[in-house]
């Protein structure tokens, strides 16, 4: 935009004319009007500064500053008067003139200066302006790529972590499949984990945390030899020692993966007891992850009614009657109500 329009309001025509034309000699283009009024209708962005005088009918200068004032303009405004007065000079600087003009114009190169100055104050806000506005739109572009690649990223991490949790799981039950008494042991708890989850009125968190963790809570596992527990008959003393690291040992080849802090934790309980006599630590009660609750019944009930090598699989209401039994020492009774209810009103996982 070129900065050489000028805007003048006097309703002294011969006043006005002559500074027009001495505008004009110094190559500015002038647009000059009779009153206040007039200069609010004419001004618009266009223009590099205002020259206003400050005795005028229907709208005088200082009615007309604060109208300008309050459409937020920016454009440098120079009084212009033949009553200099300490008043008139306070008054016009606090509504934020830029200067004052005397008239009649005597000193044409202190005019000139003037008119300069006022010009090289609109070019400086106006370059202001387009530099506060290049800064918005940059931050904004900046914050929509980076929202951008955080959505990326995110998108990128949760699929790593169902990679993770996926691989996990496909690695313990590739060692269920390995004995036909335990071949779909760890779908089976996560169906009925799922089922008591919903029947309890989890939130879809929480729903999510309990599924994952049954998908792996027999992870520990995988570096144990438990093949003891596929013979007949009791196990030894040793063999129950190493048998009962499964849960430990699982949290703590979970531990490094952050985003299953909780899962591993919940793997860990799972054959805990509400009365405190369970493994590996023995806790009891609020002590106690309220979904492990949710997968110790689970787990349980699959082992009571899956065929095992050294015992007689039992039929559903046996197990149920097994559960409620063991309600309030070994199980949570809400868990065994809920469960049982579903069980005997024809649920399916």
Known sequence: MEL??????????????????????????VVAVNNGQEAINAIDESFATIVLDINMPVMDGFQTLEALNRQHNTIPVLFLTGAGSMDYAMKAIKLGAYDFLTKPIADLDLFAVKIRQ??????????????????????????KE?????????????????????????????LEEKDPYT??????????????????????????????????????KLVIDVSCIQRPGPLTDDEWERVSQHPE???????????????????????????????????NGDQLDPLAKILTVADSYDAMTSKRSYKVNKTMEEAIEELYKCAGSQFDPAVVRVFAGLLRSGKQP
């Not at 919903?198 to 792996?216: D, P, R």
């Open 4 to 29: 050489n329009k000028i805007l003048i309001a006097d309703d002294d025509l011969l006043v006005r004319d002559a500074i027009q034309k001495i505008l004009e000699i110094f190559g500015y283009q």
């Open 183 to 220: 071949a779909g042991h760890t779908r089976r708890v996560t169906q009925y984990g799922r089922m008591i989850g919903e029947g309890m009125g989890l939130s879809e968190l929480e729903l999510h945390t309990l599924v994952c963790a049954c998908q792996i809570h027999d992870v520990g």
């Open 118 to 143: 006022a010009i090289e104050k609109r070019m400086y806000l106006l370059m202001h302006k387009a530099y506060q506005a290049n800064l918005e739109f940059e931050v904004w572009q900046k914050t």
């Open 249 to 283: 040992i699982c949290q703590n080849i979970l531990q490094p993966l952050q985003f299953l802090g909780r899962e591993g934790i919940i793997a860990c309980q799972h054959h805990e007891r509400v009365d405190g006599t369970g493994y590996p630590f023995r806790l």
């Open 146 to 174: 980076l929202a951008a690649k955080n959505e990326l990223l995110d998108e990128y991490s949760r699929k790593l972590e169902e990679n993770t949790l996926n691989t996990i799981a496909t690695l313990q039950i590739a």
